[in-house]
Nanobody, 124 residues
Framework: QVQLVESGGGLVQAGGSLRLSCAASGRTFSNHAMAWFRQAPGKERDFVAAINRSGDTIYADSMKGRFTISRDKVVNLVYLQMNNLEPEDTAVYYC??????????????????WGQGTQVTVSS
């Protein structure tokens, strides 16, 4: 059974940092691109960042310079380092996996696998 399990969410003050982790199990994801999405209350699920099997990355414009995605293929872990957090970053953050280009992974219809999400709350 394929599973993506996120962790590391929580409550943080504006300007603070969090590092999210996504543990993948049930198969080898070394050939998959991995991504993070987020969904705020009452809004659609939006793309945050993606990383391919070569380590190339793309980010949503509002996250550039603040968020960093990385992965450890040996242990099937994907990370999202979030710095200088803003109240507008409050959302449930989801890990996703799929086969395809980074641009394709930015589409919420593309990933084949999703985690259950982890809540990030940024207070002002």
């Amino acid at each position: 059974q394929v599973q993506l399990v996120e962790s590391g969410g929580g409550l943080v003050q504006a300007g603070g940092s969090l590092r999210l982790s996504c543990a993948a199990s049930g198969r080898t994801f070394s050939n998959h691109a991995m991504a993070w999405f987020r969904q705020a209350p009452g809004k659609e699920r939006d793309f945050v960042a993606a990383i391919n099997r070569s380590g190339d990355t793309i980010y949503a414009d509002s996250m550039k310079g603040r968020f960093t995605i990385s992965r450890d293929k040996v242990v099937n872990l994907v990370y999202l380092q979030m710095n200088n957090l803003e109240p507008e970053d409050t959302a449930v953050y989801y890990c996703a996996a799929g086969i395809g280009t980074l641009q394709a992974m930015a589409l919420r219809s593309h990933p084949d696998y999703w985690g259950q999400g982890t809540q990030v709350t940024v207070s002002s």
